[in-house]
């Protein structure tokens, strides 16, 4: 990929972005937060994320 393709994609996506709405960027922001993979999951994968929901209903 040259320096000009890189440099229209970038454009392209800025201005694509701040094409849309506030509203509507707020509302995707919000979508993107609520989706969020818990921490365990996401940084040590499914086992150690078993491990604690095991202990924690033992608890």
Same mark, same amino acid.
């Given at each position: !990929?040259? !320096?000009? /393709?890189?440099?229209?994609?970038? @454009?392209? @996506?800025?201005?694509?972005?701040? %094409?849309?709405?506030? /509203?509507?960027?707020?509302? &995707? =922001?919000?979508?993107?937060?609520?989706? =969020? &993979?818990p921490f365990l999951t996401k940084w040590f994968?499914?086992?150690?994320? %078993?491990?604690?929901?095991?202990f924690k209903k033992r608890g």
């Amino acid at each position: !990929m040259s !320096m000009n /393709d890189y440099v229209k994609f970038i @454009t392209q @996506t800025v201005v694509q972005h701040y %094409a849309q709405p506030k /509203d509507e960027r707020k509302q &995707q =922001k919000q979508l993107k937060k609520e989706y =969020k &993979q818990p921490f365990l999951t996401k940084w040590f994968g499914l086992i150690p994320f %078993a491990f604690f929901s095991i202990f924690k209903k033992r608890g």
